[in-house]
């Protein structure tokens, strides 16, 4: 039986695809390139380790309370109003994050990037799932998607090359022309936005979730020991961002339209998916709070050779993500995440020893190391969240396991950055073998974070879904939506 060829992919859609691409370049290295800044913003606007922190977490704390009312905004807005719209935030919020005067100032400003950022890469794939159609959008996002790939490497390096060339507010300030180069032509290739549906945004969750969500990742930014639990204003907005966000979970089981969809994780298979999605997150990011500061506070490295120092664990992920697609369909899921994840574990163990003061080559081998698993558990997860997920609400699945990734992002930040705080704090004075230890001690933790995907990734199904013998279904049938 022949198949007819693939759709080609036109002139018209590869350049819409690299007008997007232009556009989400600055968002996707916004998450790691600022790392390298950080000894340097420290030092400059007289940061503690815990407001730095913060830095990076309302960026990204920020991207998970957009997500959800991307798809909402396009169909209200249209999308080349929205495109361009984003666009402009993100830009604005790079020119004031660069003209910052105090970190408090900077974590307002990087709230500001964060709604633009948060928007722009939703908005990519929205915008060419509806130009390529289903028989072109795979190959069309497989190109995209290379730069994100590239972006865990190239941001540390290239933040590191701006700083040291001409100052961390450059970081920002580098942004200007590709978003203006961006907008000019999104104005001249993005098609005009088609007629505008109207359509209802979840009210009550937006009056739940993200204030539940800000108030438990401050509320935990508060603790700086076990005693500060007891703080009247700590307990106080802990409790409050608790009942918040347990108020939006009753809504959201009984409401048709929610603005997260939490009946979703009736799935095992998706509940357990996003535990190692949030988990994943914290692995990733809480390493990349940690590590640029002992390579600058405690080793003396500049900017530039942090980038490079950190480059390993990028270059690793790459390899997996590579990797991992074969993988996938040889091995079930949970024997590849199980095995990954001990992968991962082991390129963590070198850390716990910074005391020791171990080689920067060692150190790189093991952020090679952790990379590699951690790759491979991203892609292997978010291929099997999708098993039990009936058709109609793969859309909806996909904004959770965003929202999951971003999540797991911030909180992986403000967690380590608490434990490094704590350490630091009882640390000996003075920059030494006291402070490397705090930071070798802050890696137990992450080793220990890492390690506890092991519990969910045990709850993961023994082989890969087999193929319905009666897909496509017929309209009107429904779906087996495997939740209990």
Not at 73 to 89: C, N, S
């Amino acid at each position: 039986m022949q198949t007819s060829p693939p759709e080609r992919l036109d002139r018209k859609l590869l350049v819409l695809a690299g007008t997007l691409l232009i556009g989400a370049i600055a968002s996707l290295l916004d998450s790691t390139i600022v790392s390298v800044a950080l000894n340097d913003i420290g030092e400059e606007l007289d940061a503690s380790e815990t407001a730095l922190s913060w830095v990076n977490t309302s960026y990204l704390l920020t991207l998970a309370l957009v997500t959800p009312l991307v798809g909402w905004a396009v169909d209200r807005f249209g999308d080349k109003r929205m495109w361009m719209f984003a666009l402009v935030v993100f830009l604005a919020g790079s020119v004031l994050c660069g003209l910052a005067w105090s970190v408090e100032s900077l974590i307002a400003f990087r709230v500001v990037k964060g709604i633009g950022g948060g928007m722009v890469l939703p908005m990519v794939q929205a915008i060419l799932a509806e130009a390529a159609g289903p028989k072109r959008f795979g190959r069309v996002m497989s190109l995209v998607g290379i730069p994100g790939q590239l972006a865990p490497i190239m941001g540390p390096v290239a933040g590191g090359l701006i700083i040291d060339a001409a100052g961390w507010r450059w970081i920002f300030f580098v942004n200007v022309p590709v978003i203006l180069i961006a907008l000019a032509l999104a104005w001249k290739v993005l098609p005009p936005s088609g007629e505008r549906r109207a359509t209802r945004v979840d009210r009550v969750g937006m009056l739940l979730l993200p204030p539940g969500m800000v108030a438990l990742v401050y509320g935990f930014s508060r603790v700086r020991d076990v005693s500060q639990l007891t703080d009247p204003l700590t307990l106080g907005v802990l409790l409050a961002g608790l009942a918040l966000v347990a108020g939006f979970c009753v809504h959201s089981a009984r409401s048709a339209d929610p603005l997260l969809d939490v009946r979703l994780f009736r799935s095992r298979v998706f509940s357990t998916s996003s535990a190692l999605i949030l988990l994943h997150g914290v692995a990733i990011y809480g390493t990349l709070f940690v590590l640029p500061l002992y390579y600058t506070r405690v080793l003396g490295h500049d900017s530039s050779t942090t980038g490079w120092l950190l480059a390993p664990q990028g270059l690793g992920m790459l390899i997996g993500i590579s990797l991992a697609g074969a993988l996938t369909d040889r091995y079930d899921p949970r024997t590849l995440i199980l095995g990954s994840t001990v992968v991962a574990v082991l390129g963590t163990v070198a850390f716990t020893q910074l005391a020791e003061r171990p080689g920067d080559l060692l150190l790189g081998l093991s952020l090679c190391v952790r990379g590699l698993g951690l790759g491979v558990i991203g892609v292997a997860v978010i291929t099997t969240a999708y098993r039990d997920v009936p058709a109609d609400r793969i859309a909806r699945g996909t904004v959770l396991i965003a929202v999951g990734q971003r999540v797991g992002a911030s909180f992986g930040t403000a967690v380590v950055a608490l434990l490094l705080s704590v350490g630091l704090t009882a640390a000996p004075g003075g920059a030494g073998a006291g402070d490397a230890a705090a930071y070798g001690d802050t890696f137990w933790w992450v080793l220990g974070l890492v390690a506890l995907m092991l519990l969910p990734a045990l709850l993961m199904p023994r082989k890969p879904r087999e193929p319905e013998p009666d897909a496509p279904r017929e309209e009107g049938q429904p779906a087996e939506s495997g939740h209990h």
